[in-house]
């Protein structure tokens, strides 16, 4: 997940001495534009050559329906409000990475399925409404921290998405243009989802309609309020202003605090974290990212994940909540309702030496659907014991 547009003002602020107070109190004294962010210091920005074609593509989009509502964007705060309060539950999952590519009904529906079946394993199995959010619709973009990469001893622009540059290594000049194709990818995406759901797709009562016929083997997140993604290297106290600048109210569902730690450190620094949010008297909704942490290399420099990492790393993360008497709202997920061959164990036992078997991703591995629906029953029968001890 892209780190948040004002932490990174926060973090250089700091970087450039001038202070973390001085920037966003000036920032809270303009009045908000949808260009007022280009006054703040941003990192990981494409460099474009054609800035007029940059601005011309920018304008044309401006003047195009936005792809989601604002009623929409209301019913997901209050549902996030109810999440805070513990009595909610978020599932969250989709690609790290979409492709143009995959804009087709057969690859929209397998990604809204695969949440389906998993949200239906933890309603019946945890007995807890669930909040479900894909990743999907827009993740055509990915911050990179280098801006080149060398590719067969190549300089080359580091692929920062298909609505920035190809992973064609002939096209990896970030393209203007590509920012309008990513809008109208989205929009489109957006569009089948909004059929399918009104069609009944999602209805629970009906799950024969999205069984596991559709696996085969190949391959938002559209609506948030402020995310905050909270790891190894974060500061608590910066972190606590940065909520209270955004927030300065206190609204229920307007913060969300993913956490993403790893296996091996989530024990040692989630408790502190929870304990000064607490103190603080912040209201937030918790929910947990055990995917970033726990991405290594295997032989060959492919990148994977350890599916008992990603287990650990929740498991965890649901105790450490609930030794701090805190409610743990949510599990965020890069996964595909795809036979891919990219994050290792699970029931099917995936090894490294497995993973060129079927590896699609340009960007973060997931898991497939087999690792999926079984996360979801673990997932289920631990949310359930948590439900329990709380009552």
Not at 224 to 236: F, L, N, R, S
Not at 240 to 253: A, F, M, Q, S, Y
Not at 299 to 328: C, N, Y
Request: proline share 5%; with cysteine; hydrophobic share 35%.
């Amino acid at each position: 997940m892209a780190e948040p547009a004002a932490k990174r003002a926060l973090t250089e602020a700091n970087d450039q001495g001038n202070g973390v107070e001085k920037s966003l109190d000036a920032a809270a004294a303009t009045t908000w534009s949808p260009t007022s962010w280009r006054s703040f210091p941003i990192q990981q920005q494409p460099e474009y050559e054609d800035m007029p074609q940059l601005k011309q593509v920018c304008d044309d989009i401006s003047r195009l329906p936005p792809i989601v509502q604002p009623a929409e964007i209301d019913r997901l705060k209050a549902q996030l409000g109810e999440v805070a309060a513990g009595r909610r539950f978020i599932l969250q999952g989709g690609d790290c990475a979409e492709r143009f590519m995959d804009c087709t009904p057969d690859r929209i529906e397998a990604k809204l399925k695969i949440l389906l079946q998993m949200s239906l394993v933890m309603v019946w199995g945890a007995r807890v409404p669930l909040v479900r959010i894909g990743r999907i619709a827009g993740q055509y973009m990915k911050p990179r921290s280098q801006a080149l990469e060398k590719v067969d001893g190549q300089d080359v622009y580091t692929y920062k998405g298909d609505s920035i540059n190809s992973f064609d290594l002939s096209a990896r000049q970030p393209d203007p243009n590509r920012l309008r194709e990513a809008f109208f990818y989205s929009t489109s995406t957006m569009n089948y989802v909004r059929s399918l759901l009104s069609s009944g797709f999602a209805d629970l009562h009906h799950p024969d309609t999205w069984d596991l016929s559709f696996v085969k083997v190949g391959d938002k997140r559209k609506i948030y309020e402020d995310v905050i993604a909270v790891g190894p290297t974060t500061v608590i106290s910066e972190l606590i202003d940065l909520v209270r600048k955004i927030n300065p109210t206190d609204e229920p569902g307007r913060i969300t605090l993913i956490t993403r730690f790893g296996h091996d450190k989530v024990q040692e620094l989630l408790p502190p974290v929870i304990r000064a949010i607490k103190a603080a008297n912040i209201t937030v909704a918790w929910e947990c990212d055990p995917m970033h942490g726990n991405t290594r290399k295997a032989d060959g420099g492919i990148k994977t994940r350890s599916f008992d990492h990603i287990l650990k790393e929740l498991l965890t993360t649901f105790d450490v909540h609930r030794d701090e008497q805190s409610w743990l709202g949510g599990i965020h997920f890069e996964l595909t309702g795809d036979d891919v061959t990219e994050c290792t164990g699970g029931s099917t036992g995936l090894r490294d030496a497995d993973l060129a078997a079927n590896y699609e991703s340009f960007c973060d591995p997931r898991l497939n659907c087999h690792q999926s629906l079984e996360m979801a029953f673990l997932m289920a029968e631990r949310l359930k014991q948590v439900r329990h001890h709380s009552t």
